[in-house]
């Protein structure tokens, strides 16, 4: 209080004068000094954190480092020109658009550069190819008239490439060309204006970005190049095994306990239910991509979306499935011990189906064991549905039998409402297998087909000795143990 | 055969000379004929529907119109800097930035419009002053480092800054502002190689593309507005009524029959499904945005992610619940006739509780409401509890009362099986309930805490007459039939 209504405290001394006392006044100092070591603490500390969060981030895909690097590369040797005089000679001025150009346009995978850099030249070509039509014209059309024209032209092409970019297909595919149309349109009209050799400007700077754009293009497909394509190819099988792990543990966890790493494992299916916008968009840019690798240029990426959705409907059951686990305490053993096997045969089953699914789609190979499968899971599902069948049966269960086992045993009734649980437990679980096989087994069909996937090894060579056979069968245990 | 392997039919004619036939020839010329005819039809039948589409994407939100003209106009002024001498003669050649800017920072939005001309503004200045910075560094240390530093600064900051782009908080809010300050440090640091006033180039670019920035901000905040926040603000409590428009004809569908019109609205819960990649873009720029209307500058935006996330938690339910429809005609009916007035109840309250949440976001006022919705919730869950508790007492109902009515009735029991079906659709049902009440309630609760959302009108003047009261009341009414 005294510190706050700025009231001194004092001693009187026995000469008469009084020494103030001063402590408060030390200790807010001390305080505030403490209050700034620990601002400064806190700021470093965060600093600190950020820098390591974003290491850790370069070190869990050290190709993030590799672009980085890649940029810097590219943006000096894009530099030499201007630093040269016999280059910058050649090229003039507008050197500074190659600079430019890399800059811009410089993405982390191949299919994006080659998105920003085909639409930029086209762009550019296409609407310096046009201002220079409406300069002849409006120049042809008397002094007067000239800006009006140019300025109406601009106006109504830059209205309506704009209100374009509002198309989902356009906006896909060609917002960044939809950019470069109305800047290069914008930028030769203009300019038109004032400089005479229009020509030779549109020239100028179509040369330099074609020499940065192919410096991109040559840089990012050369130097470890990132393939969109492959990365949606590697996300959707991930995804998969991803699902049938947390398949796995839910169901694990529902009838027994599992570890804390298993825990971990559950949460899997989250990344499948926001994996929807950076699928689509590595699909969007796939499409740019030449043949690379296992992959053609027209290689059906749109049906990896399919496969995508498919997972996610999956995963939206096992979602449903999680929030099931609260309940888990509640129902009685017996019940658990009646369904636990046939659940847990079904989660496996289930989860088997997705691990040869992820690995067809993986391999670009068609599984042989697929059908074989499917079918286990289908008789999984009858098991369960069979041992749903019998559950009436336990309901009215022998009671205290451990206690005296010569009196006949009471009977209990074990209410519907404590079956409940389980019992929509086990039919979410029976309506994920189903997702599983109409809609996922019959996307990666789908894709199968159309990117016409190799055909299975012992399928093409039927007769082969037996010993090749073993190891076929050995890898797909060691797959299954894997994913196991 | 005849056409493709190239063999002509003749007839031999009196005379001796023969008459070569060509009704292939003809047929092929007209089939190709209506090949051309057909392939210029669908093109053009193509072209008239993707003009089409784009007109009624405008029609159905003319504000897409409005923001189109508005870039026509703002490019229009900013070219009058250009053609107009004195003003040229003012800013000088780098004019050009000018127009450049408007045509790359205007966005739909006015959040995006200012995060592009921040970002632009202070990263131009940043680097603006470190190239300077370098530059001067350089220049002292001799002729001949002079392009060493230059190009080794160049490589280091071009790598770090697009290193940091991976960063998701850098990703989020400052993508753009990366991309100019490498584009402003490679063009200064290059062109000051050889221009020798480089303060003046520094200080011409950067005063261009303020009077662009300036322009877009104005024309963008000014002229038809669109606000990201309020866009948000409008579609959060949007998707909930989506929400609950879909539990309700999903119940619907499910114990009776729905027209056509209320099975469209039954698939509004998937816009919410994908509504996540849209919400966030939307936060992201909406934290850019000065005050306007209700909210302020510092309105809490990531509350309405949350609120967003919940909404999409119950979202994933109801796809579930969905599913369900399929197997809706395996339920005996007796068996309908007995939950089905529970789950409509518990359905209808639980949209009742979104609603009302919907309402609460869309007024910025707490409902005086929430807490008695929320509690007819929970009674209508518990209700429908009670009603599975007395459901094994119908499994065994009366067989063919109708036949015989005086002979005592045979008993028949409807197998668990039969049963399963409704009781996990009920059990799904009360799960949504609870993600709604322990979720969307809460999300929105703590939304109306950090935005301090105004008290409800009859908690604040409770001395009013019933008049006003009797308003109240029936706009409450009014909002609950819109819903219904």
Same mark, same amino acid.
Not at 9 to 20: L, Q
Not at 84 to 111: H, K, N, Q
Not at 220 to 243: C, Q, T, Y
Not at 454 to 478: L, M
């Given at each position: ?12 001394? %026995? ?9 408060? +006044? ?17 700021? @470093?500390?965060? #600093?600190?954190?950020? @820098? ?8 869990? $895909?050290?190709?993030?480092? @590799? ?46 550069? /080659? ?53 989902? #297909?356009?906006?896909?595919?060609? $917002? ?29 700077? /179509? ?7 192919? /410096? ?31 398949? %796995? ?5 529902? @009838?027994?306990?599992? %570890? ?31 043949? +690379? ?13 399919? #496969? ?17 686990? $609260? ?29 040869? /699914? ?59 409402? $404590? ?25 990666v069909e789908e894709l199968a087909e159309s990117a016409q996937f190799k055909q299975p090894e012992d399928e093409k060579k039927p007769k082969q000795n037996s010993n090749t056979a073993k190891i076929v069968s050995d890898e797909g245990n060691a797959t299954a143990l894997e994913r196991?």
């Amino acid at each position: 209080m005294a510190s706050k209504n700025g009231v001194e405290w004092s001693i009187r001394v %026995d000469d008469g004068s009084s020494v103030v006392l001063e402590p408060e +006044h030390k200790y807010r100092m001390m305080r505030i000094w403490d209050g700034l070591k620990g601002l400064v603490v806190r700021f @470093f500390t965060r #600093v600190w954190m950020f @820098f390591k969060k974003a290491w850790d981030l370069g070190v869990d $895909d050290p190709r993030k480092f @590799f672009h980085c690097l890649k940029v810097g590369v590219a943006l000096m040797v894009v530099s030499l020109f201007y630093y040269m005089r016999p280059l910058y000679d050649g090229v003039g001025g507008s050197a500074i658009w190659a600079v430019m150009t890399v800059v811009v346009v410089f993405e982390y995978t191949v299919g994006g550069t /080659l998105y920003k850099c085909l639409n930029r030249i086209c762009a550019t070509f296409l609407a310096g190819f046009l201002a220079l039509g409406v300069h002849w014209i409006a120049s042809h059309s008397g002094h007067r008239f000239e800006p009006y024209i140019m300025g109406l032209s601009l106006f109504i092409l830059a209205s309506a490439t704009t209100f374009s970019r509002f198309i989902p #297909v356009v906006k896909a595919r060609y $917002d960044y060309g939809c950019t470069i149309f109305i800047l290069t349109y914008s930028l030769v009209s203009v300019s038109g204006y004032r400089v005479d050799d229009l020509l030779h400007v549109a020239h100028e700077r /179509l040369s330099t970005i074609i020499i940065g754009t192919c /410096l991109c293009i040559i840089t990012s497909m050369v130097v470890f190049p990132v393939w969109a394509g492959l990365e949606l190819h590697l996300l959707i099988p991930r995804n998969m095994d991803k699902l049938a792990k947390s398949l %796995d543990c839910c169901v694990a966890d529902y @009838f027994g306990h599992i %570890d804390e790493e298993s825990k971990k494992k559950l949460q899997g299916y989250k990344c499948v239910l926001n994996a929807k916008a950076s699928e689509e968009s590595m699909a969007n840019v796939a499409r740019w991509e030449p043949a +690379h690798g296992r992959f053609n240029f027209r290689h059906p990426w749109k049906n990896y979306l399919k #496969v995508g959705a498919s997972s996610r409907s999956c995963a939206y059951c096992i979602e449903t499935l999680t929030s099931c686990l $609260d309940s888990k305490d509640k129902v009685p053993e017996a019940i658990k011990n009646h369904l636990g096997s046939a659940c847990m045969n079904l989660s496996s089953s289930s989860s088997n189906v997705m691990g040869e /699914l992820a690995n067809t789609v993986n391999t670009m190979t068609r599984s042989a064991k697929i059908d074989m499968a499917v079918e286990d899971m289908k008789n999984a599902v009858k098991e369960l549905q069979n041992d749903l069948k019998t559950l009436p049966d336990l309901m009215i269960q022998p009671h205290d039998k451990e206690k005296d086992e010569l009196v006949p045993s009471e009977l209990t009734v074990v209410p519907l409402m $404590d079956v409940i649980p389980v019992v929509s437990f086990a039919s979410l679980l029976i309506e994920t297998a189903s997702r599983i096989e109409e809609n996922l087994v019959k996307a990666v069909e789908e894709l199968a087909e159309s990117a016409q996937f190799k055909q299975p090894e012992d399928e093409k060579k039927p007769k082969q000795n037996s010993n090749t056979a073993k190891i076929v069968s050995d890898e797909g245990n060691a797959t299954a143990l894997e994913r196991v």
